[in-house]
Structures are given as structure tokens and as C-alpha cells.
């Protein structure tokens, strides 16, 4: 038992290390080398769980999309607020995280989206699942606030997440480009129209 929990702390150690060096450099620009020694493992112990640095990189997504997926099912679980009020928790709290970071973003979606979709088939496949993950979920908390009537917008629920997750994950780029809050500004405020 000991040694499988061991196992698994090493993985999930390898995973955030990744996680926390490719939101600062990139996934092209990290070495396999760099991993390891700010993980404190061996390289063998790389190779045990992932059969190459794209897989490692696989497995980094899917990690991160299934936390993403719990946060999001927590949020939209909220029953202190309306629905139309977790969204925009949901959009408020990408904002300020954006705000916090100085435009510098943490999410893995925003970093990798465009330096990997060409390089890596089974990557590019991991970043639109978890994409469709999230918009699947902000889909059906959209379709819940129209039908209690917090958001009046008759929109198809599933086009209007993918319009704003599309809108924010642009407004990202663009604003982490400049280093200026205003494309994530403009999308809030945009958010708060569609969503009414």
C-alpha cells in the first residue's frame, strides 16, 4: 500500500513541477533535465509513468481538466447564488486571476493552445477535450439560468459558452501579448450583455 501511495506522490509531484515550469516558460523551452531536478526525482522514475515528454505532457492536461472540471462542479453547485451569479464568478474569478498575475496567465489552455495544437496530435486532442469539458459544463449552468430566469438571453446555451469561453480565451492571448488588463476588461463587460 505504501509504495503505490509513494508512487503516486511521485507522479502527482513530476505532474505540478511540470505544470508550475511550463505556465513560466512554455512546453517547448522546458527540458526534461529542469523537471526532474526541481521534482527531486530520477529520470527512471519519469519513465515509469510517462513513456515520453509528450505523454508526460498527455497526462499534465488531462490532470489539469479534471481539477478545472472539480472546480467548476463546486461553483456551479453554489446554491447561495443564481446561476447567472456563478457564471460571472466563474468569468470574475478569470479576470482577477488575470489581474493578479499581472496579465501573466496561469492556465494551461491560454499557454499551451498555440505553441502545441501543431506540434503534438495527442496534446492538440487533450486541450479540445478539456475544452469541450468546460464548455460543456458552463453550457448547462447557462441553460440553468435561463430556465430559472436569472439570464434572459435566449441564446442556444451551448453556442453562448462557446462564444464567451472563446471570448475569454482570446481576450488572454491578447492581453497577455500587451501586458494590459483592458481585452480582459472589455470581455467582462462584454459577459455582463450576453449574459443578462
Known amino acids: ?9 511521485t507522479k502527482q509531484r513530476i505532474l505540478a513541477v511540470g505544470e ?14 529542469e523537471i526532474l531536478t526541481t521534482a527531486k526525482v530520477p529520470k527512471g522514475s519519469f519513465y ?20 478545472y472540471d472539480e472546480r467548476l462542479t463546486i461553483l456551479f453547485a453554489d446554491q447561495t447564488m443564481t446561476m447567472r451569479e456563478r457564471v460571472m464568478s466563474y468569468f470574475k474569478g478569470w479576470h482577477a486571476t488575470s489581474a493578479e498575475h499581472a496579465c501573466n496567465s496561469t492556465c494551461l489552455v491560454v499557454k499551451l493552445a498555440a505553441e502545441v495544437s ?19 459544463q458552463l453550457a448547462a449552468a447557462l441553460s440553468l439560468a435561463q430556465a430559472e430566469g436569472s439570464v434572459s438571453m435566449q441564446m442556444d446555451a451551448a453556442q453562448l459558452a462557446e462564444i464567451l469561453y472563446s471570448m475569454w480565451v ?18 467582462l463587460q462584454q459577459t455582463e450583455l450576453l449574459v443578462s
Do not use: N, W
Open 1 to 9: 500500500m505504501e509504495k503505490t501511495v509513494h508512487f503516486q506522490d
Open 20 to 33: 508550475s515550469l511550463i505556465v513560466g516558460r512554455g512546453f517547448s523551452a522546458l527540458g526534461l533535465s
Open 170 to 187: 482570446g481576450a488572454s492571448l491578447v492581453a497577455k501579448v500587451k501586458h494590459d488588463l483592458l481585452p480582459l476588461d472589455l470581455a
Open 118 to 136: 501543431d506540434l503534438s496530435e495527442p496534446m492538440r486532442c487533450a486541450l479540445a477535450l478539456g475544452m469541450s469539458r468546460i464548455t460543456g
Open 48 to 67: 515509469h509513468y510517462f513513456q515520453s515528454k509528450e505523454g508526460f505532457g498527455v497526462a499534465l492536461l488531462e490532470r489539469y481538466f479534471s481539477e
